[in-house]
């Protein structure tokens, strides 16, 4: 059982950044491949970007690739999303999930475990 606890979301102005957090509980943390997804209101839930478990794969969707980065401690159990150059169409709820299948399955959305979400909300 892995319990996802996301954090560092609140309101900025577009061209900021924030830095989310991602808090993993259980043993097994490094052997997710672990990733964000985003859903805006009226919207479906969409991918952002995704890390292996040995960090050395990463993927991004177009809409973010550039602006945000993806990364983890395996030490800490936490995977970060740095979001820099936001815009306000970067305005959504972010989850957190974790995906025993590999990162190149979680980004097509197959994922064990899912976070309840932080709120980003970037204005004009």
């Known amino acids: 059982q892995v319990r996802l606890v996301e954090s560092g979301g609140g309101l900025v102005q577009a061209g900021g950044s924030l830095r989310l957090s991602c808090a993993a509980s259980?043993?097994?943390?490094?052997?997710?491949?672990m990733g964000w997804f985003r859903q805006a209101p009226g919207k479906e839930r969409e991918f952002v970007a995704a890390?292996?478990?040995?960090?050395?794969?990463?993927y991004y969707a177009d809409s973010v690739e550039g602006r945000f980065t993806i990364s983890r401690d395996n030490t800490k159990n936490t995977v970060y999303l740095q979001m820099n150059s936001l815009k306000p169409e970067d305005t959504a709820v972010y989850y957190c999930?974790?995906?025993?299948?590999?990162?190149?399955?979680?980004?097509?959305?197959?994922?064990?475990?899912w976070g309840q979400g932080t709120q980003v909300t970037v204005s004009s």
């Open positions: 999930a974790a995906g025993s299948a590999g990162s190149t399955r979680l980004r097509l959305g197959v994922s064990d475990y």
């Open positions: 890390i292996s478990s040995s960090r050395i794969n990463t």
């Open positions: 259980g043993r097994t943390f490094s052997g997710y491949a």
